[in-house]
């Protein structure tokens, strides 16, 4: 296989990733002007700014959950340099989505992939350039809709 071929497949794969992120946020966003339109008129002029407020401080608490039903992927880049005599250079792009699943009204499971892409020069004489995938781990969480634990 020639090795700008596996590039493209690379290439692929990261756009399937963000497109599938983006036609999320969009449906979330959708839903948002959705619910907004729906208001009643009278409530639309008065507290709509504790509204915002509100919802910009309830998607902040989602933010901060690693286990709130939000997608994420994340992309993690690491360089490593001097490898070997040639003092060759390695890239890793870990790719991690994590995708929490709504299995009933007290349970998710979330799903997290580590996927790396990996590029590395000629570490000696002769030896070439490589690039591919890295090991894959995948883990399943799962995890209450709500903490019980108390309030301080």
Known sequence: MEPGALWRGYTFIVSLIMISTLRAEDTQSTNAVNSASKAEPSSLGEGTEEKEAAEQAELVKK???????????????????????????KYTANIQPLIPISLDKDWNLIT?????????????????????????????????????????
């Open 112 to 152: 997290r992939t580590i996927l790396p892409v990996i590029y590395q020069e000629s570490r000696f004489p002769g030896d070439g350039t490589h690039s591919g995938l890295g090991d894959t781990t995948q883990s399943f969480f799962l995890s209450p809709v709500t903490f019980l634990f108390p309030k301080p």
């Open 63 to 89: 933010t901060l959950n690693p286990v709130a039903d939000l997608i994420s992927v994340p992309i993690q880049n690491n360089w490593d340099f001097g490898i070997g005599s040639e003092d060759a250079m």
